[in-house]
């Protein structure tokens, strides 16, 4: 399985930016899909996920601001940031949760850059 993320960049604080993270290759069934970020010293930290039930949770830095959202037929799930902040500027990668025969396996995309200046 292979997780292709793209839409960070560069913007200014309120600013807003859609990223977009495409699975393929032999996917199975996909429990969760998800938003990570992280920052230079830091660990990495949860921003979004998604359940194939739909069920949604964020970061409490990040609700109201950011939505996740997946389209099931094309294994892609997005995220949208509205209002970004300074404190929003990380690498962000994407999360794919599958379960198979019992084994849960972990992918994760190669990152993507977003920076936020005031």
């Known amino acids: 399985v292979q997780l292709q993320a793209s839409g960070g960049g560069s913007v200014q604080t309120g600013g807003s930016l859609r990223l977009s993270c495409a699975a393929s290759g032999s996917i199975f069934s996909i429990n969760t899909m998800g938003w990570y970020r992280q920052v230079p010293g830091k660990e990495r930290e949860l921003v979004a996920s998604?359940?194939?039930?739909?069920?949604?949770d964020y970061a409490d830095s990040v609700k109201g601001r950011f939505t996740i959202a997946v389209d099931s037929a094309k294994n892609t799930v997005y995220l949208q940031m509205n209002m970004l902040k300074p404190e929003d500027t990380a690498v962000y990668y994407c999360n794919l949760l599958s379960t198979v025969r019992l084994t849960e396996y972990v992918y994760w995309g190669q990152g993507t850059l977003v920076t936020v200046s005031s």
């Open positions: 998604i359940t194939n039930r739909d069920v949604v």
